[in-house]
């Protein structure tokens, strides 16, 4: 059993490689960071998901694909959250024993809340993703995304450590808190690996904060 995970040096995606070898799955990690995660079923790549043809061709074929990798800078947004996301995926669907691809998207992607391309990539996104589950589904492969509000991780430092800031933020969700990437990492693997009737859908996990609304009358 493989899992390929991109952005598997910090974050969701690093939360999620984890989560998967304690499963027991072989697990390959891409990044352009070095390995976060030491263990003998685990490999890593360093690899730009904009360039997928870098991928090693020695990889195994992955019963599991899931596409973390992301950034927040607008200038990259769209070729790394949008593109490099699809051309990761597209590299591994011939895999003969492909049973589930996953990609981490945005509550950005249903409410617009944050920069300009970063919430178009992350919508354009989730637009893929449900073309990919037509296109699987025929093979019994189910294709999700799951849109995370906010997550505890390194990319939100600074909101972190802005105690300002980051009561400014809890206050706008209904459970006042944000999630661990653990958390996100436990959704992914129910969603690849226990479920099997969801397809196509986008699931959102933030707190709350969708809803969270002031009632005027």
Request: charged share 20%; aromatic share 6%.
């Amino acid at each position: 059993m493989t899992a390929i995970v991109s952005g598997a040096s910090s974050g969701i995606g690093l939360a999620t490689a984890k989560k998967f070898l304690a499963e027991g799955y072989k697990t390959v990690g891409v990044d352009i960071a070095p390995a976060a995660v030491k263990d003998q079923n685990y490999r890593h790549v360093v690899c730009d998901v904009r360039d997928a043809s870098g991928l090693p061709k020695d990889l195994p074929e992955p019963e599991i694909i899931i596409s973390c990798a992301g950034t927040l800078e607008e200038r990259d947004a769209i070729d790394v959250n949008l593109k490099g996301a699809i051309g990761f995926a597209e590299h591994f669907l011939a895999s003969p024993c492909l049973r589930s691809v996953l990609f981490i998207a945005s509550a950005s992607a249903r409410n617009g809340a944050e920069f300009p391309l970063y919430s178009a990539s992350k919508a354009g996104l989730v637009g893929y993703m449900k073309n990919l589950a037509l296109r699987m589904a025929p093979r019994g492969v189910t294709v999700n995304s799951i849109s995370p509000g906010g997550v505890i991780t390194p990319a939100n430092a600074h909101i972190l450590e802005s105690p300002e800031l980051y009561g400014r933020v809890l206050a706008e969700t209904l459970l006042g808190k944000w999630a661990e990437p653990e958390e996100i990492a436990d959704l992914v693997y129910f969603l690849t690996v226990t479920n099997r009737s969801i397809t196509g859908e986008d699931i959102l996990i933030d707190n709350g904060e969708m809803l969270k609304s002031n009632f005027i009358w």
